[in-house]
């Protein structure tokens, strides 16, 4: 049997990152790690990894993070006005997807 595994995050989500400290929308997860094994060192494959589109003060760069380093951000609620538009699309629920990609 296989233990199934539960995405915490999801789709178009606001998040952070505890040590990084760069904040950003989840724009693809991974159920484990995808890339090659012993690639994570001290960090556990067998958790789910985000692909985050962070926004910085250069613009926006897209970070690949483990579930266990990302928080829910209750600082923000929103990304910022001109951010939005520059980067995202936002359905009527409010989730993020960035310009290049549909939510699915």
């Known amino acids: 049997m296989t233990d199934e595994i539960v995405a915490k995050f999801g789709l178009g989500q606001i998040v952070r990152h505890r040590q990084a ?32 589109l962070a926004l910085g003060a250069e613009g926006g760069f897209v970070a690949y993070a483990p579930e266990d380093a990302l928080e829910h951000d209750p600082e923000l609620s929103s990304v910022a006005r001109e951010a939005e538009t520059r980067w995202f699309t936002v359905d009527r629920k409010g989730r993020y997807a960035p310009k290049s990609h549909a939510i699915h």
């Open 21 to 52: 400290a760069f904040r950003g929308v989840v724009i693809d997860v991974d159920p484990v790690f995808a890339g090659q094994p012993g690639d994570t060192g001290e960090i556990s494959p067998d958790q789910p990894f985000y692909q985050v």
